[in-house]
């Protein structure tokens, strides 16, 4: 499906009935990144999932500039309004972890729950910044293809890439079908991205910290971090997973989030 928000049209799709939960998909993928999550989230559960694509991504429109993270917010909360939902429970991994951030800080009575997944709420240092440029440059110059060879090992373990089918293909096909454009806005605002460790103490609801034990783009220490300022928090590290741990051990990161979501919103 595609609506009409903020001036550009935004693709989503949402399964079940209950309390929503919108998921935020990671950089430079797309809303089927979750397809893992639906059945399992869905099944004996009244719980309505959302799953939009960011501007620049899947179905959604490809408009030119940079994507700030407060920008990607934003649609979030237009989205919400056309769906007439007031408040909501939230998911976002990487940079869909960022836009949360971004989110909270204008939204915060809006959210209800938050599920962090392989992010971090630092913001970039020079040398990130000047990678994320170099990035964006390769984006424009060769292409997806040149960005999913470049990112591919950074965010799949050594014994997930080796795998000729599955997971490792699936995710190199979902980063092929970005466009340059959407690619080097999304880069661009990530690296103006605000830094969040001072929002930290003062998130007030709920929140669960999902941590890929083999990340090194958000190391276990940021999740760490997290979990330790936010108040209510607790993290769940996954075993044999990287940066992308929902999409590696769908199993692991399915059972963390049904058991969090069991024990928080669904319980009252």
């Given at each position: 499906m595609?609506?009409?928000?903020n001036?550009?049209?935004?693709g989503?799709?949402?399964?079940?009935?209950g309390?929503?939960?919108?998921?935020?998909h990671?950089?430079?993928?797309?809303?089927?990144?979750?397809a893992?999550?639906i059945n399992a989230?869905?099944?004996?559960?009244?719980?309505?999932?959302?799953?939009?694509?960011?501007?620049?991504?899947?179905?959604?429109?490809?408009?030119?500039?940079?994507?700030?993270?407060?920008?990607l917010?934003?649609?979030?909360?237009?989205?919400?309004?056309?769906?007439?939902?007031?408040?909501?429970?939230?998911?976002?991994?990487?940079?869909?972890?960022?836009?949360?951030?971004?989110f909270?800080?204008?939204?915060?009575?809006?959210?209800?729950?938050?599920?962090?997944?392989?992010t971090?709420?630092?913001?970039?240092?020079?040398?990130?910044?000047?990678r994320?440029?170099?990035?964006?440059?390769l984006?424009?110059?060769?292409?997806?293809?040149?960005?999913?060879?470049?990112?591919?090992?950074?965010?799949?373990?050594?014994?997930?890439l080796?795998?000729?089918?599955?997971t490792?293909?699936r995710?190199?096909?979902?980063?092929?079908?970005?466009?340059?454009?959407?690619?080097?806005?999304?880069?661009?605002?990530?690296?103006?991205?605000?830094?969040?460790?001072?929002?930290?103490?003062q998130?007030?609801?709920?929140t669960?910290?999902?941590?890929?034990?083999?990340?090194?783009?958000s190391?276990?220490?940021?999740a760490?971090?997290?979990?330790?300022r936010?108040p209510?928090?607790?993290?769940?590290?996954?075993?044999?997973?990287?940066h992308?741990?929902?999409?590696?051990?769908?199993?692991a990161?399915?059972?963390?989030?049904?058991?969090?979501?069991?024990?928080?919103?669904?319980?009252?």
């Open positions: 595609r609506i009409l928000v001036g550009i049209h935004m989503y799709e949402e399964w079940g009935t309390e929503p939960l919108v998921l935020l990671a950089f430079p993928c797309n809303r089927s990144m979750w893992h999550q989230l869905t099944h004996n559960r009244r719980l309505r999932v959302i799953t939009p694509d960011f501007r620049g991504f899947g179905e959604s429109d490809v408009p030119e500039g940079v994507y700030l993270m407060e920008m917010a934003d649609d979030i909360a237009g989205l919400l309004d056309v769906l007439q939902i007031k408040h909501c429970m939230l998911g976002g991994l990487s940079m869909g972890g960022y836009a949360i951030f971004a909270y800080r204008k939204y915060p009575a809006r959210v209800r729950t938050l599920i962090l997944a392989d971090r709420a630092q913001a970039d240092t020079e040398e990130g910044r000047a994320c440029e170099e990035a964006a440059q984006a424009e110059r060769e292409g997806s293809r040149a960005i999913a060879e470049h990112y591919l090992p950074l965010m799949l373990t050594a014994a997930t080796q795998e000729p089918t599955g490792s293909a995710l190199r096909a979902m980063m092929e079908a970005a466009t340059a454009t959407g690619i080097a806005g999304a880069l661009h605002g990530m690296a103006l991205r605000l830094d969040s460790t001072d929002l930290l103490p998130i007030g609801c709920p669960l910290v999902i941590a890929g034990e083999q990340d090194t783009l190391p276990l220490a940021d760490q971090l997290m979990a330790e936010i209510q928090a607790q993290l769940v590290t996954i075993a044999h997973a990287a992308l741990a929902n999409l590696e051990q769908p199993g990161f399915n059972q963390a989030l049904s058991s969090f979501l069991d024990q928080t919103v669904l319980s009252h």
